[in-house]
Nanobody, 117 residues
Framework: VQLQASGGGMVQVGDSLRLSCASSAINNYDVAWFRQSPGKEREFVASTSFNGGATYLIDDVKGRFSVSRDAAKNAVYLQMTRLKPMDTGVYYC?????????????WGQGTLVTVSS
């Protein structure tokens, strides 16, 4: 499964960005977004089940980010609003087999988000 993450960029505090994760097989997998901020370990940010029925966001982004998927476009999105400098980092999308409850098997290449004050 090849995942293509895109949509990153350099924005100001309070701006919005939408990240996309595309793959021809993505509709068959649970998908998550992770980020790695400068000097920190990669962290989980959000996830959506293969059918979009279950989503999860970490507390730091609740109320600002949302995760969704468009089956017709074979894509999963991370909509980010009211961005903060702490949101700066490389964002990765990852996929895993539904119900596996295991580690994410497939990873995209990452897209850089820079939030400046």
């Amino acid at each position: 499964v090849q995942l293509q993450a895109s949509g990153g960029g350099m924005v100001q505090v309070g701006d919005s960005l939408r990240l996309s994760c595309a793959s021809s097989a993505i509709n068959n997998y649970d998908v998550a977004w992770f980020r790695q901020s400068p000097g920190k370990e990669r962290e989980f940010v959000a996830s959506t089940s293969f059918n979009g029925g279950a989503t999860y966001l970490i507390d730091d982004v609740k109320g600002r980010f949302s995760v969704s998927r468009d089956a017709a476009k074979n894509a999963v999105y991370l909509q980010m609003t009211r961005l903060k400098p702490m949101d700066t980092g490389v964002y990765y999308c990852a996929a895993r087999t539904p119900g596996s409850l295991g580690t994410y098997e497939f990873w995209g290449q990452g897209t850089l988000v820079t939030v400046s004050s």
